[in-house]
């Protein structure tokens, strides 16, 4: 097997172990908060659920599937073996250990932090510096994705990078820039806390800080689906890409726009002025623009494959897809669930229409219909994708794919309608204990119930894919096809400069940044005029022999 | 096009230009929405020029200030202090003189300062330092009540003192102070009546102390009045004062941390057990 190969099947391994408790965890989370009984009835075991939960979810599983997909795209997309290998491990290792401390941190009851680093919610220095060590070993992948697009570059002056390259290298740019915030946020405000130097936190200033990383992460997470989009699903449809452009602008746009419009998490908060949320409530709309230039590309490819099989009229060309491949059904369900996501997602960002279900569980439906839904879904199916090309052992079976790929779709899709309305009834987030005879609670908790079958449907279908996944591994090996990636239609022979690498927009995300963040961060350090410090007063969560 | 632009930063080149330009133009139209439109439209402050819209844009407000918690003005509940100077003073109290100040306050505090009203209190017998105290809070303004304060302003403090020994040189006021100093023995937590209890014994669990060890029968404090034999509905009344923390002249809010965690029938109890016969709503120490 090749060193890269086994870099990619490392990484998602770790992903995958760890998904399917943390899928566990919030079906049983789902229990706790309806009116069914639940076992190990205890608010304090479903807030250090929500932890573990989200922290695998959103930190752990997204940063190794993404990491090992990069490795897989660079050494295939490039046709040249991964350079820096031994970084490569050194950073999984990284990753590795910062995981395994922030999970025990939690385990152990001393991190209920919600998984956001939210002051005052404050954990132990341990959960912390798990989380650090998981996001700065990240950072060696994103050293490593640069450094290899830029030795190609030079070895092969004047060519194009590969599409599927080109965007990966926008993803670790993107995550870069992303995780800054939130390093500068544990390495200044909330590591000196939790270490016991300082007695106060700047809470609006971490907050703050942590918004710059909360929305570019989870374009972050969502870029790995879109790679797959433009790369893998023409092939996987037997077409090709309708644009190999619009797919070099899509990414760009992503890696432009998803930075500077975090504060729109923070509409709700009191340290900043209403004119600067708007202008991150206003460039948060462009951010739909590369998702619907992508929803027109994908839908053009399949279009194509489909005239290419035999399709005919208006419509026909949707029914000769081979709908029996996992990529093109996964393809599918994740743009219905885009939609409805991105339909919730638009009411989220809107400035006066966020106060409507700002913390409800409108949001968690809302990230779970994008993430949880349209993402992972293309996660699954990349994974069989890759699976049989890196091990060389054919998927096993194809119809249990699609069953599991089913199964997500109507698990999510039932666990979602529900927590919007009960959103738009006023039902919180976060929240383990609801009294359901209290008259303004009751009606919620017919939805809730509806929302805890969605719950049996994912874990149903997480079991599934753990399935696949291993009776594949353990078959027998013969297949020998490399993963291929789909051609556009005009093959691009040569590309602007500022389409083929990322130094103008690098400029222009700076400034963007500095427009959107340079008042609201620099205010804390020049003007003080701000929301008081809150002391953070309980006792230090510093074990007593680290002391 | 493609051929020309090899130079990513150069503004000759398109897609340079295609970005900084859209850059710049997304840049002022949220600008100009956000922090002129927006902060001077939509804000109901209509008469805002341009700068007070960026600036409420900004988050900047005039009554934005420095990120401290807002404080209270600094407040003492009363200007006097127990020196030997104050007690000098006191001491030095002519009542003769006293006497004369003295005819001010008969209408309401009656003849010789014996209350015949159940509102207001007994000041015959009363000790010269809680009279004086008291004359000195009103005219500070720590202490409001009706005509007090305007009275207590027109006396000087040599005056107070003159007026605070008069009253407490007249007979047939409030009982005199023993000489034994001692706490009544026999009251106890076990007590069954809750006024007694409250006196003697307090209430640890609430932080309250015995009545007695300040106000009587046993112990006395400085500056601290006997409530014996004091108008039972003037008392309820004081306490309650304390409770609302509409009376605030008591230095350590010693009084208000007290009456606030009595009840009603608590403070009623309490009044009567130390009123009075008669000069309450119910006759008589009915707890006794």
């Given at each position: 097997m090749h060193n890269s190969s086994r870099l990619a099947l490392y990484h998602c391994w770790v992903a995958f172990a760890v998904f399917l408790p943390a899928v566990a965890l919030g079906a049983w989370q789902m229990l706790m908060r309806s009116p069914l009984p639940a076992p190990l009835d205890d608010p304090n075991a479903y807030y250090a659920s929500v932890t573990l939960h989200g922290t695998a979810m959103a930190y752990v599983i997204t940063t190794f599937f993404a990491m090992g997909f990069g490795y897989a795209v660079t050494a295939t997309s490039l046709e040249r073996p991964l350079r820096g290998v031994a970084a490569a491990w050194i950073g999984f290792f990284i990753c590795l250990i910062g995981t395994v401390m922030a999970v025990l941190a939690i385990l152990s009851g001393r991190a209920s932090v919600l998984y956001t680093f939210y002051p005052p919610l404050l954990a132990s220095s341990w959960y912390y510096f798990g989380a650090f060590l998981l996001v700065g070993g990240s950072m060696i992948w994103v050293v490593l994705m640069i450094y290899n697009m830029a030795a190609w570059k030079r070895d092969n002056p004047g060519r194009p990078v590969p599409l599927a390259m080109f965007a990966i290298t926008a993803t670790a740019l993107l995550w870069a820039w992303a995780a800054s915030g939130v390093i500068i946020e544990l390495v200044g405000v909330l590591l000196p806390r939790a270490l016991g130097l300082t007695t106060q936190i700047y809470a609006g200033l971490a907050r703050t800080l942590f918004s710059v990383t909360l929305h570019a992460i989870v374009y972050f997470w969502l870029m790995p689906a879109y790679i797959a989009f433009y790369t893998l699903v023409p092939q996987a449809a037997g077409g090709r890409l309708y644009s190999d452009t619009m797919g070099r602008l899509t990414f760009i746009m992503f890696l432009v726009f998803s930075l500077p419009v975090g504060m729109h998490h923070l509409f709700a908060d009191p340290e900043h002025g209403a004119g600067l949320k708007f202008v991150q409530s206003f460039l948060t709309f462009f951010v739909a623009l590369p998702t619907l230039l992508t929803v027109f590309s994908i839908c053009a490819s399949l279009e194509i494959a489909g005239r290419v099989r035999g399709g005919r009229g208006l419509l026909g060309w949707i029914l000769v897809?081979?709908?029996?491949?996992p990529m093109v059904l996964a393809v599918a369900l994740s743009l219905v669930m885009l939609g409805f996501g991105g339909f919730g997602g638009l009411i989220n960002m809107s400035y006066a229409m966020n106060s409507m279900i700002h913390n409800t569980s409108w949001v968690t439906a809302h990230f779970h219909l994008i993430f949880g839904g349209a993402v992972v879904i293309m996660y699954f199916a990349v994974a069989y994708e890759m699976w049989p090309r890196i091990t060389g052992k054919p998927l096993r079976s194809k119809a249990l794919a699609r069953w599991q790929l089913w199964l997500w779709f109507w698990g999510m899709i039932i666990a979602t309608v529900p927590w919007h309305i009960t959103g738009l009834m006023g039902q919180p987030r976060r929240v383990a204990v609801f009294d359901y005879s209290d008259p303004f609670v009751a009606p919620m908790g017919p939805l809730v119930i509806i929302s805890v079958v969605g719950g049996a449907i994912l874990l149903l279908s997480a079991i599934l894919l753990i399935v696949v996944l291993v009776r594949s591994q353990f078959g027998e090996r013969h297949l020998e096809a490399p993963l291929r990636y789909a051609l556009a239609?005009?093959?691009?022979?040569t590309v602007p400069a500022s389409l083929n690498g990322f130094a103008l927009w690098n400029a222009i995300v700076l400034v963007l940044m500095l427009f959107a963040y340079g008042y609201p961060i620099g205010q804390f350090f020049f003007l003080k005029s701000s929301v008081p410090a809150y002391e953070v007063t309980h006792t230090s969560a510093i074990a007593a022999g680290v002391r | 096009m493609m051929a020309r632009d090899q130079g990513s930063f150069s503004i000759d080149n398109p897609w340079p230009r295609i970005g900084w330009g859209m850059t710049a133009g997304v840049i002022v139209v949220a600008g100009v929405i956000g922090f002129g439109l927006l902060s001077r439209y939509q804000q109901n402050g209509s008469n805002l020029d341009l700068w007070n819209s960026i600036c409420r844009g900004l988050g900047v407000t005039s009554d934005s200030a420095s990120a401290s918690e807002p404080r209270p003005a600094s407040r003492s509940p009363t200007q006097i202090a127990w020196t030997s100077g104050t007690l000098a003073r006191i001491g030095a109290g002519d009542p003769d003189h006293g006497a004369f100040v003295a005819l001010n306050c008969a209408a309401c505090h009656g003849q010789g300062g014996v209350s015949t009203s159940t509102l207001i209190p007994t000041l015959a017998g009363m000790d010269s330092t809680v009279i004086y105290k008291q004359l000195d809070d009103y005219r500070s303004g720590n202490r409001l009540w009706g005509v007090m304060g305007a009275m207590a302003k027109s006396l000087s403090p040599q005056d107070s003192a003159d007026v605070a020994a008069y009253f407490a040189a007249q007979q047939d006021g409030l009982p005199a102070i023993g000489s034994n100093r001692i706490p009544e023995s026999g009251r106890s937590l076990r007590e069954a009546d809750p006024a007694q209890r409250l006196v003697f014994a307090g209430d640890p669990q609430r932080g309250i102390p015995p009545c007695s060890a300040c106000h009587g029968p046993g112990g006395y404090k400085l500056g601290a009045p006997a409530l014996e034999g004091q108008r039972a509905a003037y008392i309820e009344r004081q306490l309650a004062a304390f409770a609302q923390g509409t009376r605030e002249n008591d230095i350590f809010q010693q009084m208000r941390i007290v009456a606030k965690q009595l009840t009603q029938d608590e403070m009623h109890a309490l009044a009567a057990f130390y009123g009075m016969p008669g000069s309450g709503k119910v006759a008589g120490r009915v707890f006794r």
């Amino acid at each position: 097997m090749h060193n890269s190969s086994r870099l990619a099947l490392y990484h998602c391994w770790v992903a995958f172990a760890v998904f399917l408790p943390a899928v566990a965890l919030g079906a049983w989370q789902m229990l706790m908060r309806s009116p069914l009984p639940a076992p190990l009835d205890d608010p304090n075991a479903y807030y250090a659920s929500v932890t573990l939960h989200g922290t695998a979810m959103a930190y752990v599983i997204t940063t190794f599937f993404a990491m090992g997909f990069g490795y897989a795209v660079t050494a295939t997309s490039l046709e040249r073996p991964l350079r820096g290998v031994a970084a490569a491990w050194i950073g999984f290792f990284i990753c590795l250990i910062g995981t395994v401390m922030a999970v025990l941190a939690i385990l152990s009851g001393r991190a209920s932090v919600l998984y956001t680093f939210y002051p005052p919610l404050l954990a132990s220095s341990w959960y912390y510096f798990g989380a650090f060590l998981l996001v700065g070993g990240s950072m060696i992948w994103v050293v490593l994705m640069i450094y290899n697009m830029a030795a190609w570059k030079r070895d092969n002056p004047g060519r194009p990078v590969p599409l599927a390259m080109f965007a990966i290298t926008a993803t670790a740019l993107l995550w870069a820039w992303a995780a800054s915030g939130v390093i500068i946020e544990l390495v200044g405000v909330l590591l000196p806390r939790a270490l016991g130097l300082t007695t106060q936190i700047y809470a609006g200033l971490a907050r703050t800080l942590f918004s710059v990383t909360l929305h570019a992460i989870v374009y972050f997470w969502l870029m790995p689906a879109y790679i797959a989009f433009y790369t893998l699903v023409p092939q996987a449809a037997g077409g090709r890409l309708y644009s190999d452009t619009m797919g070099r602008l899509t990414f760009i746009m992503f890696l432009v726009f998803s930075l500077p419009v975090g504060m729109h998490h923070l509409f709700a908060d009191p340290e900043h002025g209403a004119g600067l949320k708007f202008v991150q409530s206003f460039l948060t709309f462009f951010v739909a623009l590369p998702t619907l230039l992508t929803v027109f590309s994908i839908c053009a490819s399949l279009e194509i494959a489909g005239r290419v099989r035999g399709g005919r009229g208006l419509l026909g060309w949707i029914l000769v897809l081979p709908w029996h491949e996992p990529m093109v059904l996964a393809v599918a369900l994740s743009l219905v669930m885009l939609g409805f996501g991105g339909f919730g997602g638009l009411i989220n960002m809107s400035y006066a229409m966020n106060s409507m279900i700002h913390n409800t569980s409108w949001v968690t439906a809302h990230f779970h219909l994008i993430f949880g839904g349209a993402v992972v879904i293309m996660y699954f199916a990349v994974a069989y994708e890759m699976w049989p090309r890196i091990t060389g052992k054919p998927l096993r079976s194809k119809a249990l794919a699609r069953w599991q790929l089913w199964l997500w779709f109507w698990g999510m899709i039932i666990a979602t309608v529900p927590w919007h309305i009960t959103g738009l009834m006023g039902q919180p987030r976060r929240v383990a204990v609801f009294d359901y005879s209290d008259p303004f609670v009751a009606p919620m908790g017919p939805l809730v119930i509806i929302s805890v079958v969605g719950g049996a449907i994912l874990l149903l279908s997480a079991i599934l894919l753990i399935v696949v996944l291993v009776r594949s591994q353990f078959g027998e090996r013969h297949l020998e096809a490399p993963l291929r990636y789909a051609l556009a239609v005009n093959p691009p022979r040569t590309v602007p400069a500022s389409l083929n690498g990322f130094a103008l927009w690098n400029a222009i995300v700076l400034v963007l940044m500095l427009f959107a963040y340079g008042y609201p961060i620099g205010q804390f350090f020049f003007l003080k005029s701000s929301v008081p410090a809150y002391e953070v007063t309980h006792t230090s969560a510093i074990a007593a022999g680290v002391r | 096009m493609m051929a020309r632009d090899q130079g990513s930063f150069s503004i000759d080149n398109p897609w340079p230009r295609i970005g900084w330009g859209m850059t710049a133009g997304v840049i002022v139209v949220a600008g100009v929405i956000g922090f002129g439109l927006l902060s001077r439209y939509q804000q109901n402050g209509s008469n805002l020029d341009l700068w007070n819209s960026i600036c409420r844009g900004l988050g900047v407000t005039s009554d934005s200030a420095s990120a401290s918690e807002p404080r209270p003005a600094s407040r003492s509940p009363t200007q006097i202090a127990w020196t030997s100077g104050t007690l000098a003073r006191i001491g030095a109290g002519d009542p003769d003189h006293g006497a004369f100040v003295a005819l001010n306050c008969a209408a309401c505090h009656g003849q010789g300062g014996v209350s015949t009203s159940t509102l207001i209190p007994t000041l015959a017998g009363m000790d010269s330092t809680v009279i004086y105290k008291q004359l000195d809070d009103y005219r500070s303004g720590n202490r409001l009540w009706g005509v007090m304060g305007a009275m207590a302003k027109s006396l000087s403090p040599q005056d107070s003192a003159d007026v605070a020994a008069y009253f407490a040189a007249q007979q047939d006021g409030l009982p005199a102070i023993g000489s034994n100093r001692i706490p009544e023995s026999g009251r106890s937590l076990r007590e069954a009546d809750p006024a007694q209890r409250l006196v003697f014994a307090g209430d640890p669990q609430r932080g309250i102390p015995p009545c007695s060890a300040c106000h009587g029968p046993g112990g006395y404090k400085l500056g601290a009045p006997a409530l014996e034999g004091q108008r039972a509905a003037y008392i309820e009344r004081q306490l309650a004062a304390f409770a609302q923390g509409t009376r605030e002249n008591d230095i350590f809010q010693q009084m208000r941390i007290v009456a606030k965690q009595l009840t009603q029938d608590e403070m009623h109890a309490l009044a009567a057990f130390y009123g009075m016969p008669g000069s309450g709503k119910v006759a008589g120490r009915v707890f006794r």
